[in-house]
């Protein structure tokens, strides 16, 4: 488990920018938190350091934003209006899995018995305002 305590939004993006470039493709990354946590700022971390030159915004009533570069392709789920199996097929989310993108997927408490073993879990915590503790940890670790 790595933990990481972000100071600010900037920490947070900066964090994530980092440890997106040690994913391997095809990378599925399940985000824990509450409202206002910081999913979204730790996503745009992620696609910069994926290389992909855009800017990321909250999919929650789009179901799937996708973002691309030359090289990577992030899908950004927000499945908090998910609520059974039949939901989750209308989001193309299993067309998704097997392939070389990344996925990211907020609200994945809603939908955790379909994300795969082998994704990373990304926790955030909000301490106050600002600073927020960063739980990452493999979804095959939990007893």
Do not use: Q
Request: glycine share 8%; net charge negative.
């Amino acid at each position: 488990m790595k933990i990481f305590i972000s100071e600010s939004y900037d920490d947070t993006i900066s964090f994530a920018e980092e440890f997106a470039k040690k994913l391997p493709k095809g990378t599925v990354i399940a985000y824990l938190g509450d409202l206002g946590a910081g999913k979204t700022a730790f996503t745009s971390g992620l696609a910069k350091g994926l290389g992909i030159k855009c800017d990321v915004f909250s999919p929650t009533f789009a179901i799937c934003n996708e973002y691309h570069s030359d090289k990577n392709t992030l899908y950004h789920f927000d499945m908090y209006r998910i609520n059974g199996w039949d939901d989750l097929y209308s989001t193309a989310f299993f067309d998704y899995l097997g392939t070389d993108a990344y996925m990211a997927i907020e609200w994945s408490e809603n939908i955790f018995g379909a994300i795969p073993d082998d994704s990373v879990i990304v926790e955030i915590l909000k301490l106050n305002e600002n600073k927020r503790k960063i739980r990452i940890y493999n979804k095959g670790d939990i007893k």
